[in-house]
């Protein structure tokens, strides 16, 4: 993915271009890919960045004019004016500053907390040679995931674990925590990753080495605690500042050269981000299968915009196969294969858009019926916050995960140790939250834990093809409805009146997940939903008397049963599976018969995680 990279170590190392070379090619998967790398010549320090040639077209990296500092950088940055006419009024001269050139003066004029100065998505590495100190910084929300390790006198960095890998001194070492966890969450929590000495670095957050006194060191320049609460918000006054921030924030992001594109489907969040954006055409693309829910209303809110759409059909499940080993190249296991859906479409998406913006999670950030559960709002006390988030990250955030009679049965021999572990993590990691707001600690614990360690790894393929940009992440907009009483934000009310007052056109067509309308109008919005009710309650009697269309663009249960079946038989139980010692192949074989015999809903993601976690293992382990 692309990011930045490199190693800094307290002794010289030998070949340290090479090294470089290595670390670059390995994370190389397209022939667009660019790669650059620098390296100190006493062979100290080495830094490169990887993009696919859309940002940051011009060399890097970039050096301060006594030649003392040297910085690399992936991403962009928003609302500089300011920030210029500060840096001018310092001296520097920002006469046609690129990104990375705003950055050093940045560093230069304010010190190694520069990034709280900056708004933006973004991933900066830089090295000082005057004060023999190395700076790694991120935005607010660390929308460029970055890994690191320290071991053996020294640093490396890169966008993807098997940059840091290919350093033939690392030793891999399994975390059998984040095997718990992966198990019973589908992802993993906080920054750890599959290997022990390996961390995802930190949203919001400084890294300093200092190589004079041998010291690495994490702090954050920002946190969410940072967010103020405003007591009495009226609820038109809040429709109307959502509405004013949305539609600015789509509409800079829309600016530039590029060609812009939006995945859409029959959410919410996507529909809003093209009914927003002013210039048109703009491109819009769906997937899934023919009768999905996400295929039909997408083809009319394309319609209603006036986009220019394509539409990727989903006939069976042969993509999934066709994509396995690219998707697990690109997101390392940290996601599974049944949330690939949209990496076979992104060939064409190359072709027609540079850039899109995302409605990745927007419908968390503005508001949902878990905003103001009262098990969360109003817990007791904090015993009974853990005890419901750890069933809602388990059983409800994605497809159901193993219970925990099933891990007691999941492991076998020296992974017996494995039970428990999940759970004692999950209430280690919650134990951060627990100072925040009662009213948005749940929130900021899903958003890190769920939002950033699972669905942000859809992001993280697509940037393999085309640059992204996230409007529900503006720093305004975040700030301003995080501030707000969780009950005006809560079972999406205040979505739905921020789409009524901006784009009304798009608030009577339905809703993908429920399909009802997602207007603010409630005469309008009970009636329609009365008639959607009836005609299933008619179907469910007397059969298909009314349309009917599929929840999901893919069906991925019944892929498993049929076309895929023969491929994951390969992963479950071949010799090497069986052989490693972690799983208990009476288990297997048990749900497996259980998924195949048709007669239990959902047992798929108790199954993808196994199959995954094997297929990470003989990529980056064995």
């Given at each position: 993915m692309s990011g930045v990279f490199g190693i800094v170590s307290e002794q010289p190392l030998e070949n340290m271009m090479t090294r470089m070379e290595r670390m670059g090619q390995r994370m190389s998967h397209r022939p667009w890919y660019m790669v650059e790398h620098w390296a100190t010549p006493d062979h100290y320090v080495g830094l490169g960045r990887i993009g696919i040639g859309v940002w940051n077209r011009e060399p890097q990296p970039v050096s301060s004019p006594d030649g003392s500092v040297r910085l690399v950088m992936y991403g962009e940055f928003y609302q500089t004016e300011m920030l210029r006419h500060r840096l001018a009024e310092e001296g520097f001269d920002l006469r046609d500053a690129s990104y990375p050139e705003l950055a050093l003066c940045a560093y230069r004029a304010f010190g190694s907390m520069f990034a709280s100065y900056l708004e933006g998505v973004f991933i900066i590495a830089l090295w000082d040679s005057g004060r023999r100190r190395f700076v790694l910084t991120n935005d607010r929300f660390g929308l460029c995931p970055t890994f690191w390790a320290h071991f053996d006198s020294r640093l490396v960095f890169a966008p993807e674990v098997k940059g840091i890998l290919s350093d033939p001194g690392f030793a891999k070492r399994l975390d059998k925590t984040a095997l718990a966890q992966y198990m019973r969450f589908q992802h993993l929590l906080g920054e750890r990753t599959f290997f022990e000495g390996i961390q995802m670095f930190p949203s919001a957050s400084v890294m300093q080495y200092d190589l004079r006194a041998g010291l690495c060191q994490v702090e954050p320049y920002w946190s969410l605690g940072d967010i103020p609460a405003r007591e009495s918000v009226a609820f038109d006054d809040a429709v109307a500042e959502t509405g004013y921030l949305l539609r600015r924030a789509v509409n800079r992001l829309a600016e530039g050269p590029y060609r812009l594109g939006v995945y859409l489907s029959g959410g919410l969040d996507s529909r809003t981000i093209l009914g927003l954006i002013q210039e048109r055409p703009v491109v819009s693309l769906t997937y899934g299968a023919r009768n999905s829910r996400d295929v039909h209303y997408a083809r009319k809110i394309a319609r209603a915009t006036g986009s220019d759409h394509h539409w990727c059909e989903f006939k069976d499940g042969s993509w999934v196969i066709e994509q396995a080993d690219f998707h697990l190249e690109l997101t390392e296991g940290f996601h599974s294969w049944i949330h690939a859906h949209g990496i076979s479409t992104l060939p064409q998406a190359r072709e027609l858009v540079d850039v899109y913006l995302t409605g990745w999670d927007g419908g968390t950030v503005m508001g949902h019926e878990d905003s103001i559960e009262p098990l969360q709002v109003n817990a007791v006390d904090d015993s009974a916050l853990a005890v419901r988030l750890f069933y809602l990250f388990n059983q409800k955030y994605t497809w159901p995960s193993i219970t925990g009679a099933e891990e007691h049965l999941l492991y076998t021999g020296p992974f017996y140790q494995v039970r428990g572990l999940a759970l004692e993590s999950f209430y280690a990691e919650l134990h951060k939250y627990l100072d925040y707001r009662p009213d948005v600690r749940g929130e900021y614990f899903y958003i890190r834990n769920h939002c950033g360690r699972l669905t942000q790894n859809l992001v993280t393929f697509s940037r393999?093809?085309?640059?992204?940009?996230?409007?529900?992440?503006?720093?305004?907009?975040?700030?301003?409805?995080?501030?707000?009483?969780?009950?005006?934000?809560?079972?999406?009310?205040?979505?739905?009146a921020v789409i009524q007052r901006e784009i009304p056109r798009l608030a009577f067509i339905p809703y993908d997940q429920d399909e009802f309308l997602p207007t603010s109008q409630s005469l309008i919005r009970a009636a329609h939903t009365l008639v959607v009710k009836l005609k299933r309650r008619v179907n469910r009697h007397f059969?298909?008397?009314?349309?009917?269309?599929?929840t999901l663009y893919a069906d991925y249960e019944n892929y498993l049963r049929h076309e895929l079946r023969p491929w994951a038989e390969e992963i479950l139980f071949d010799r090497r599976t069986l052989e490693r010692g972690i799983f208990n192949p009476d288990f297997i074989r048990s749900i497996w018969a259980r998924h195949q015999s048709g007669r239990e809903l959902w047992t798929i993601g108790k199954i993808a995680p196994i199959m995954t976690y094997e297929m990470m293992l003989r990529r980056l382990y064995d």
């Open positions: 393999s093809h085309v640059e992204v940009r996230f409007p529900f992440f503006d720093y305004n907009l975040f700030d301003y409805l995080y501030s707000l009483p969780a009950e005006i934000r809560g079972h999406r009310m205040l979505y739905r059969g298909s008397v009314f349309p009917e269309r599929a």
